[in-house]
């Protein structure tokens, strides 16, 4: 069987980077092409091939698939809802037409499957807040959640008419500490582990309330691989998946969190980042990505904080 090359753009980011070390351990360092628009973690720089590739340069892009006769495409490059109200626009064009660029090239250069990431962001506040369904009222009102909704409806216009085998995950919030996360809004649910660890104080940027849904990294990453192997016939959703993982508020989580340092405390100062979460949903329903792929996440909201407070270093004292 032809060994795959797969090529990662934006393997610097939250996701990219576990998502380079899980693809090197199962293909093997060398047939994963890691690639950014700047140096990734030493961990991904020293593991495999690097190279550097801005998003928004097709020529370049087109550039590496041909020169490691790369076969798979993970495309992770955009900018998160809080980035993306802050620069407007721009933001909506770098999401957008990366992806057609890179679906573009897929289809030219025939490569077999493309993977790329939407977001729980494409709900909107007319969308039901509890146990969303994989179909619903989907009217997003942030730019991130209108180019990931727009660019769904592009990867299912390109499986049904080019034939392109296009895959996607509605991530929630994910938490991980291999790699921190940028320009989220769901980044109050890693910042508050460092805190914890730290200051054993954290100020939230969204109130106490705010219901969100949130997923442990290695569940993200692990359905991300399990969704990219499953066999093509058995995928009835070419838009993108709702995946189930946990969803919890920040004074839950806090909660969660004094269970294993009691004398951890937290206080809340919402910024223009309340108004983004207010939109979103409280969980999903991910009941298609169980039928179709026998997605079911492992971790719990306990076992996840465990296991951050665990791996995250305990600062050196000074
Ligand atoms: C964000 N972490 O906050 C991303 C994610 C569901 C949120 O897409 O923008």
Redesign the pocket.
């Known amino acids: 069987m032809q060994s795959e090359t797969i090529l990662i753009l934006g393997a610097g980011g939250?996701i990219g980077t576990e998502l380079t070390m899980e693809l090197r351990k199962v293909h093997g360092g060398a047939n994963v092409v890691a690639s950014d628009i700047r140096a990734a973690a030493p961990i991904v720089m020293e593991s495999g091939p690097f190279e550097t590739v801005d998003a928004s340069d097709p020529k370049r892009i087109a550039e590496v698939i041909d020169q490691y006769k790369v076969t798979q495409v993970y495309h992770l490059v955009a900018l998160?809802?809080?980035t993306s109200e802050r620069i407007g626009i721009p933001a909506w064009h770098l999401n957008m037409n990366s992806l057609f660029e890179v679906m573009e090239l897929c289809v030219s250069r025939g490569i077999k499957k493309m993977f790329w990431p939407s977001?729980?962001?494409v709900f909107g506040p007319t969308t039901p807040k509890a146990n969303v369904p994989q179909q619903t009222v989907i009217e997003p009102t942030t730019i991130?959640g209108m180019s990931?909704y727009a660019g769904e409806l592009w990867c299912d216009y390109y499986f049904k008419k080019k034939g392109l085998d296009v895959r996607s995950i509605r991530?929630?919030?994910?938490i991980g500490y291999k790699s921190a996360?940028g320009?989220?809004?769901?980044?109050y649910a890693v910042e508050i582990f460092y805190a914890a660890k730290q200051s054993k104080q954290y100020t939230c940027f969204l109130n106490a309330e705010s219901r969100?849904?949130m997923m442990y990294m290695p569940d993200a990453i692990r359905a991300t691989l399990q969704l990219m192997d499953a066999p093509a016939d058995k995928l009835s959703i070419r838009h993108s998946y709702n995946i189930t993982g946990i969803d919890f508020t920040p004074a839950e989580l806090a909660t969660a969190i004094q269970q294993e340092i009691p004398d951890f405390k937290i206080d809340y100062n919402p910024d223009f980042r309340q108004a983004?979460a207010d939109s979103?949903p409280g969980s999903i329903d991910g009941s298609w990505a169980k039928k179709d792929w026998g997605w079911v996440p492992q971790y719990d909201l306990q076992g996840m904080v465990k296991d951050m407070l665990l791996n995250i270093p305990v600062p050196a004292t000074v």
Do not use: N, V
């Not at 991530?171 to 994910?174: D, E, I, M, V």
């Open positions: 939250q998160l809802s809080a977001s729980i962001a991130y990931k991530y929630p919030g994910l996360p320009g989220g809004t769901t980044d969100l849904p983004i979103w």
